[in-house]
């Protein structure tokens, strides 16, 4: 099945990639179908965002798309950066401005629990939202960002389980156990039925 993808984020196109294509997906990103449309991220929720995404790319793209919208919440900070998490350090910040203000806030604390959220939206060709289901994963913040992979807050990111931070863990990792990964596994489920069942399986046998 060809699944289109409303993200201009390489990163996400990469995972989502390595992700749906061992189970016999396609995935055709915004910058394939002519660029993403300008998109107002105004909600309070990864759910208002993600939806808003999808209905207003497959409005112009004029298929059913599929959109996530995704971020961390430290708990400790009431959920910050959230549905910021992009726009944390400001105008003109980028990955690395972004976790050097969290780990700023963060010096000297002891509750470092966190967690990111993806949230999955599927509109249909006429721009009509036809659901939308999140993924999880908890962790916490490393004091200090480690390891190349991954993108964004990965660096400083250590999931349940694990002493190292998604930038050390190799793709494959945490393309099984990531929000992104268990949204997509619900989002195949729901919005796909008849498709091969379980991203997270396709991905065991792959490492097996
Ligand atoms: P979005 O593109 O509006 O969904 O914003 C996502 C932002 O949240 C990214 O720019 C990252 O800062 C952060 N984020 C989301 N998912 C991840 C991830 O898997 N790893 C690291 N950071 C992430």
């Known amino acids: ?3 289109v993808i409303a993200t201009s984020n390489a990163h996400k196109v990469q995972e989502f ?3 749906l294509e061992p189970l016999g997906h396609s995935v055709v990103s915004a910058g394939e179908m002519g660029g993403m449309p300008p998109v107002d991220e105004d909600g309070s929720t990864f759910e208002e965002n993600a939806a808003k995404k999808a209905c207003q790319a497959a409005l112009a793209f004029h298929c059913p798309v599929m959109a996530d ?3 961390l919440e430290v708990i400790a900070l009431g959920g910050e950066p959230g549905v910021l998490s992009a726009r944390y350090a400001g105008e003109g910040g980028n990955d690395g401005r972004n976790l050097a203000k969290l780990l700023g806030k963060l010096q000297g604390m002891e509750d470092r629990r966190a967690r ?3 949230a999955i939206a599927l509109a249909d060709a006429q721009g009509r939202l036809q659901g939308c289901v999140r ?3 908890q962790g916490h913040m490393a004091d200090a960002p480690r390891g190349k992979e991954g993108f964004g807050y990965d660096p400083a990111f250590v999931p349940q389980g694990y002493e190292q931070t998604f930038g050390e863990l190799p793709p494959q990792v945490k393309n ?3 929000h992104r990964a268990r949204a997509l596994e619900q989002a195949i489920r ?5 498709a091969p069942r379980g991203a997270r399986e396709g991905n065991r046998q792959e490492e097996a």
């Open 1 to 3: 099945m060809k699944i």
């Open 17 to 19: 990639r390595a992700m």
């Open 135 to 137: 993924g999880e994963v």
């Open 176 to 178: 099984r156990l990531s």
């Open 116 to 118: 990111f959220v993806c």
């Open 69 to 71: 919208d995704s971020g």
């Open 190 to 194: 729901q919005f796909f039925p008849d």
